[in-house]
């Protein structure tokens, strides 16, 4: 049986290890939804997700803040109108760990139960 990336759990990334490569990210990022870009030169996953009011925008925010702060594991976020970026990155070690694939796979899985 396959094990869905949302259903593991981040671990605590303080720096020493290298990003993953681009290999792995690009194999990583083949098991999420589609719109997840790989920017900043491969350092950064990026999703843009769209909502018809603003308070959809903040809802969906706060629920991935949830996630953020259950894992352990933040994404950077910019909340507009009808709007919501996410971007995961693992800055203690300048690039992608696997704790970004874990929790982009968890915003997939809570947008896949919102519809």
């Given at each position: 049986?396959?094990?869905?990336?949302?259903?593991?759990?981040?671990?605590?990334?303080?720096?020493?290890?290298?990003?993953?490569?681009?290999?792995?990210?690009?194999?990583?990022?083949?098991?999420?939804?589609?719109?997840?870009?790989?920017?900043?030169?491969?350092?950064?996953?990026?999703?843009?997700?769209?909502?018809?009011?603003?308070?959809?925008?903040?809802?969906?925010?706060?629920a991935?803040?949830?996630?953020a702060?259950?894992?352990?594991?933040?994404?950077?976020?910019?909340?507009?109108?009808?709007?919501?970026?996410?971007?995961?990155?693992?800055?203690?070690?300048?690039?992608?760990?696997?704790?970004?694939?874990?929790?982009?796979?968890?915003?997939?899985?809570?947008?896949?139960d919102d519809?």
């Open positions: 049986m396959k094990c869905d990336l949302a259903d593991k759990h981040c671990k605590p990334c303080e720096g020493g290890v290298d990003p993953l490569s681009s290999g792995a990210a690009n194999a990583l990022l083949g098991t999420l939804h589609r719109d997840w870009r790989l920017v900043e030169n491969g350092r950064t996953i990026s999703r843009e997700f769209t909502f018809p009011a603003y308070s959809r925008s903040l809802g969906f925010a706060n991935v803040a949830w996630i702060i259950t894992e352990g594991h933040h994404p950077d976020m910019l909340v507009s109108y009808g709007r919501c970026v996410v971007n995961y990155t693992t800055h203690a070690i300048g690039g992608l760990s696997d704790n970004d694939f874990i929790c982009a796979a968890k915003v997939d899985r809570l947008i896949a519809n």
